[in-house]
Nanobody, 126 residues
Framework: QVSLVESGGGLAQAGGSLRLSCTASGRIDSINYMGWSRQAPGKQRELVARITGRGDTIYADSVKGRFTISRGDAKNTVNLQMNSLKPEDTAIYYC????????????????????WGQGTQVSVSS
């Protein structure tokens, strides 16, 4: 069982900044990626940013150049620095983790379903 705990959400003005953090705990064998998704009222959940175990990153077009995802200093931690915030960034932000589970002594792996945090609210006022 993996637990993801998010922190850092809150209220910001347009043009301001917020920093989200997420720490994963529990049995984690081999991380494929950690990332952030968000869901605004009345909209589908969407990917915001993701960082792989090798450090490769991807971003939604809507946040490129404004948001930066990075690994934290602590193990199994990921951060999301959000700058130049816009009212349309208002949403609940969820931390996600994908991992492979090692299933035998030969090292065979299976990819587990993504783990999700409880979410943290980000509100941006105009």
């Amino acid at each position: 069982q993996v637990s993801l705990v998010e922190s850092g959400g809150g209220l910001a003005q347009a043009g301001g900044s917020l920093r989200l953090s997420c720490t994963a705990s529990g049995r984690i064998d081999s991380i494929n990626y950690m990332g952030w998704s968000r869901q605004a009222p009345g909209k589908q959940r969407e990917l915001v940013a993701r960082i792989t175990g090798r450090g490769d990153t991807i971003y939604a077009d809507s946040v490129k150049g404004r948001f930066t995802i990075s690994r934290g200093d602590a193990k199994n931690t990921v951060n999301l620095q959000m700058n130049s915030l816009k009212p349309e960034d208002t949403a609940i932000y969820y931390c996600t983790l994908s991992q492979d589970r090692i299933v035998n002594v030969e090292g065979a792996r299976v990819t587990l379903p993504d783990s999700w945090g409880q979410g943290t609210q980000v509100s941006v006022s105009s």
